[in-house]
């Protein structure tokens, strides 16, 4: 029997899908640096340095790495459970502002007649990042990122899903078309631009670093928004004015998500921006329509 999956349509209104990374992009850190590590009894520096050598010895990806190193080091401390990932995912900090964020820039996209719409795509964990206070909150349409599978009695004994720098891109084609079940093969039917449920003009994506790039670089070359972020405690912008010199972004603005921030800012612009490109789109659409409609006949 062929299995059925739900997939959306395009809306009446204009949708814009804001996609994050977590780490250093919600989050001030590494999501496993924030308790797990230093509950195995290890260094942080010290735990990335061992799961990166796993990796390049055995030509393993290095997401694969890190989830066989958490399993591995859990041993004799405590049981890996959905649960206790979860446990972790409630301690991790936020960014100043990230907590009300993301209905704040739902209610500006309504007030404009845009359907705003976030979604996480991370190397992170998904079992903890949905551990966090916002993911609880149920405020992303989808979290992607790495996952564990879990036996009948709720341990992690097989990696589901890993989610590195360059398989991120596939999330973006599923937003794109509104497939959005991984398992989903019609992610590669063709669909025509025009009925496509969110353009690529109409995405943002937002990350820190290296690992982001190739979404950065797809949203960009096809008319979308690619914002870079820096911890505004640190006030380091070396990653970002790389990015920025090498085009894989458009704009770069400091990590704070407080109300008035200049993120906010940009992300209110592109809102705006997207609100009158769709009229205008619309009216293309409606007059092309006629005009080979008239030529067919």
């Known amino acids: 029997m062929e299995i059925q999956f739900e997939r959306r349509q395009k809306e009446a209104r204009p949708v814009l899908a804001i996609c994050y990374d977590f780490d250093k992009t919600l989050s001030p850190d590494d999501m496993q640096a924030q308790g797990y590590i230093q509950s195995v009894g290890y260094k942080v520096e010290a735990f990335w340095e061992e799961s990166n ?8 990806d ?56 976030h979604y996480i795509i991370s190397s992170g964990l998904r079992e903890m990042i949905e551990g966090t206070s916002i993911a609880r909150r149920g405020v992303f349409e989808r979290i992607y990122a790495c996952s564990f599978y879990f036996n009948e009695r709720g341990v992690a004994v097989w990696p589901a899903q890993a989610v590195n720098y360059t398989n991120k891109t596939q999330f973006l084609f599923r937003i794109e078309k509104g497939v959005l079940d991984p398992n989903d093969p019609s992610v590669n039917d ?91 789109e619309e ?4 007059d092309s329509a006629e005009a080979f409609s008239e030529d067919a006949q």
Not at 53 to 60: F, K, L
Not at 232 to 252: G, L, N, S, W
Request: proline letters at 4%.
């Open 62 to 117: 290095s997401n694969l790495a890190y989830m066989y190193k958490m399993v591995k080091e859990a041993e004799g401390n405590f049981v890996f459970t959905r649960r206790a990932l979860e446990e972790y995912g409630a301690r991790v900090k936020l960014f100043d502002g990230v907590d009300t964020w993301f209905d704040r820039i739902r209610a500006y996209g309504e007030s404009r007649g845009v359907i705003v719409e």
């Open 53 to 60: 050598a796993v990796a390049r010895a055995n030509d393993m």
């Open 190 to 280: 063709y669909i025509p631009p025009e009925q496509m449920r969110v353009p690529f003009r109409n995405m943002v994506y937002i990350g820190d670093s290296d690992t982001d790039i190739p979404c950065m670089k797809l949203v960009t070359t096809y008319g979308g928004h690619a914002i870079g972020v820096y911890d505004p405690a640190t006030e380091d912008r070396r990653k970002v004015h790389k990015m920025m010199r090498d085009r894989r972004i458009r704009y770069f603005a400091p990590a704070d998500y407080t109300e008035g921030s200049p993120i906010e800012g940009l992300v209110r612009a592109i809102i705006d921006k997207t609100a009158a490109y769709e009229v205008l």
């Open 283 to 286: 009216a293309h659409a409606r």
